[in-house]
């Protein structure tokens, strides 16, 4: 039994003049219409997730859908109205001051969605901070600076200040300093959404690089489907402060919940979503094969091939035969019907 | 380029000493030396100025005004003619306004003064300030009006306060109405905006007192020198306020204007004011309350008023008296305030709405014509009886004489240990300072902060006071001016932190620093003469708390203007709340916290006439006696030289501010 690092069970958070009293009358369970004649509005509202040691989970939604309140939740920058957030199976809202400073300080990292770089400190200064509030000695903490510097590819920027760099490069500072003190989680409200598309792009797969390489628990939060879809292992999807549903982005897609999550991921891409499992056709007695792909295989990864082939592909696991793929298939997951294998 | 020079942007030039570093300890290591070197040590002229240097500009300036006003021509008229009609002009207003709110509508003069019309009787009065209240801005400003009102009749000040409010009136509308055009000149011709911008900092900067003198010889003794020194000052907010307000108009409202064909008259008064009007009320509020600060101080000088009541009240030593007529002094001052930003906010809001408030007001204004009218008939009417008078002096005098009594010793220790620990060895230290070191030092800040053009002006500024040969009186200033402002941010700056971290302190401030801003300077003084006495103490108390507003405010909304985002990121990186002060919040509000500075030492320098009332050694008391004599050429040298140690440093610490601004990226 596999205990999550990061859980939340029925989480609120209420903002009005008599948001606490609303919870306390215990009105929490009803209507949404009895929020509005209460004048209380909800940023989110009996929210339960739990994140596994090791996954990168993204929280989704757009804006208003509470996702930032979520994380601040999360983080516990904020507290709750209502509900627990469990870190390490620990209540974060029993916790002394002195407690979350040294959790913050050694086991969660954040990147801020405009960088929240300080500004009176060099590149060098601002990823040294968290080392620095800590007390460790000046040569200890630059030298981990620099590595961290190092790993998100700025060396010789070192004495530059914030203002100085670009979008990019400054969220690379940031993205440094949240990993100096070597965290456990690592939470990224909205990273890139303030930079270029096409610097956007590219900072995804450095988190993605990072993410191969440290392996810590991503928190990752956007309003973009696409890179949800390009980094996560599981994604949250957020409306009105509500969940409406969890799972894997090839989840989302095949089987959506709700209305609400079919057309979010109608214009999905689905071929870098999809696997060759959920195409997949019963194969035919008697197989001739043109070749064969893996079950988990992202449709986009060997698409090209099978359309080349005149035969289908055989899709395996673990040496098995599960069933083929051939072009028709192929075509389906393009122009859009999944319903052949939904 | 030196090394200093090199941007910080260099890799791996961590903090080795570069040159630029070792400057500061380098003068102030310097200083300490010259200050501690024995006599004889330096050269006489470096220490005290040789009269053969002074400037003697003091009698050249008195000697022009005379001949100005004695044999000066325009041809057809002389220069005193001319001003003496600008004087009877400027008259017109001023009596109107007295006659109705104070003395009554008199013709005629001593015995055969025959008495036309009463004022406006009390009781209409505060019935008018209700609905004026009300109409402006709704219920709780009409209980604060007739409450306020009410005070200053029952107390017996009923007297000075009017003619006070007159004289503000009246110059708050000439000094709004001048300011509003003057503005506009400003931004529609560019060099009117070149030639009044250095004007008005000296007008901001120069105590009131050394620009009442040549009004005195231009305008004659009376309250109109009074009144145009008082509009001289209090308008160039309001001309700043107007360019910045006129600028700000959207381009799409000109374009508008434009394209409806409106000349360039109905461009200005038909599209341009009214969009602004709600920014330009905001100067309105200022004009007001630096008026009343002005009227004050000029009614000491014979004007009348409540400031003359607390003064003679002070010279006979009736502290009750004059903690009365001070408490309505400040009474007037709120009032004058909420309604002026009651003005402000209803601007903003538009009329909109307020038909029936409108209403109320011409209904009480056809109730005070018949009251007045009332009045006229039946005398007695017009003024507060003299047997519903209550007075609270003589219980004020009672607690003063107790606490003397009874806190004399801890009251003096406090101020000994001020005086021999701090106040004295600053001052020697000051006026053992040479000269020309102070001004060497002085051009270096300003080529560091500011480069070549900062230094000409801050290095011929010193010397202009060095050669007046008013360098002691210079150094005094500096001193208490000094000690008033480090206390005074040394208050202020932690309460301005508590204040940003937490919002009922941030309340408690804002009314605080809201009541202390509104009050004429003068007022500041009247308790602490009755604790303290006269002297150097009182006034650096009375410099303190008149200046410490600003150093709260400015370091309140510097800290709670740091975005979030930079506190949040403190708090996940683990920050203790020590630490998110001393390494998040102090650093970045720190330009913000330094314009505080620049604005409290405004403060306390304005301040210093005042305390030359008590005594003080300082070019306040320069000016003040200059006054006494009648020595124009003084009272302006002296100025000149307050308004340049102002300007001087203002310059320094704007230019301070911008570049720690720069430096940190805040833009």
Known sequence: ?342 | MSVADARPAAPAAMPKLAPGKLLWPLVALVTVALVMAPAGALPAWAVKLPAAWQLGLAPQISAFMKWLMESATFGLFSVREFTRAIAWTLDLPLSAAKAVLSTGLVIGQGSDAVKLAPPIPWFAMVALGIAAGYAVSGVRLAVLMGLGLLYLAVFGQWAGAMVTLASVLVSSLLGAFGGLLLGLACVRWRAVERAVGPLLDLAQTMPVFAYLLPMLILFGFGPVSAMVATIIYAMPPMVRVTILAIRAVPEDVRSLAVMTGCTRRQTTWKMLVPTALPALMVGVNQVIMLSLNVVIIASMIGAGGLGFDVLTALRRNDIGAGLEAGLAITVLAILLDRFAQGLAHGAERGAAGRSGRRLALWAALAGVAALWLAAALWPSLATYPEAWRLSTAPWWNELVRWINLTFYSQLEAVKVFFLLNILVPVKRFMLALPWPWVAAVVTLAGFRLGGLRLAAVTGLMTLFIALSGLWPAAMVTVYLCGVGVALAMLIGVPIGLLAAANPTARKITDVAVDTLQTLPSFVYLIPFVMLFKVGDFTALIAIVLYAVAPAIRYTAHGVSQIHPALIEAGVMNGCTRLQSLLRIRLPLATPEILLGLNQTLMLALSMLVITALVGTRDLGQEVYSALAQANVGKGLVAGLCVAFIGIIADRLLSAASGRLRQRLGLG
């Open chain 1, 1 to 342: 039994m596999s205990h999550p690092i990061l859980a939340c069970r029925d989480v609120c958070k209420l903002y009005g003049p008599r948001a606490e009293r609303f919870v306390r009358d215990g009105k929490l369970a009803a209507e949404p219409s009895a929020l509005a004649e209460a004048g209380v509005t909800a940023a989110t509202l009996n929210v339960s997730l739990e994140i596994e040691r090791g996954e990168t989970f993204v929280i989704m939604g757009l804006s208003g859908s509470g996702k930032s309140t979520l994380v601040r939740i999360l983080s516990g920058l904020t507290p709750p109205t209502a509900g627990v957030v469990l870190f390490e199976d620990r209540d974060l809202a029993s916790m002394s001051e002195h407690e979350l400073i040294q959790i913050r300080r050694h086991q969660m990292g954040m990147v801020f969605q405009h960088f929240a770089l300080l500004p009176h400190l060099t590149v060098l200064g601002n990823v040294a901070f968290p080392l620095e509030i800590q007390g460790r000695p000046r040569t200890e903490r630059e030298a981990r600076a620099r590595e961290m510097i190092t790993l998100v590819g700025l060396d010789g920027r070192e004495g530059r200040f914030p203002r100085e760099l670009s979008g990019g490069q400054q969220q690379r500072v940031g993205i440094a300093r949240s990993l100096a003190a070597g965290p456990d989680l690592w939470f990224l409200d909205e990273p890139f959404s303030a930079l270029d598309p096409l610097i956007r792009r590219e900072m995804q797969d450095e988190v993605l690089r990072l993410q191969g390489l440290l392996k810590k628990t991503i928190v990752f939060i956007t309003h973009d489907f696409d890179e949800a879809t390009r980094i996560a292992d599981r994604i949250v999807i957020m409306k009105d402060g509500r969940v409406e549903q969890v799972g894997s982005a090839e989840e989302l897609v095949l089987k959506p919940a709700t209305d609400y999550v079919r057309a979010f991921t109608r214009d999905a891409p689905r071929a870098k979503i999809l696997t060759a499992r959920a195409v997949l056709a019963p194969a035919p007695p008697g197989g001739d094969f043109a070749g064969e792909v893996a079950a988990t295989a992202r449709i986009a990864s060997f698409a090209r091939d099978v359309e080349r082939a005149t035969k289908p592909f055989a899709v395996t696991e673990g040496g098995k035969l599960l069933g083929v793929v051939d072009r028709l298939a192929m075509i389906d997951v393009l122009v859009g019907h999944a319903d052949r294998a939904a």
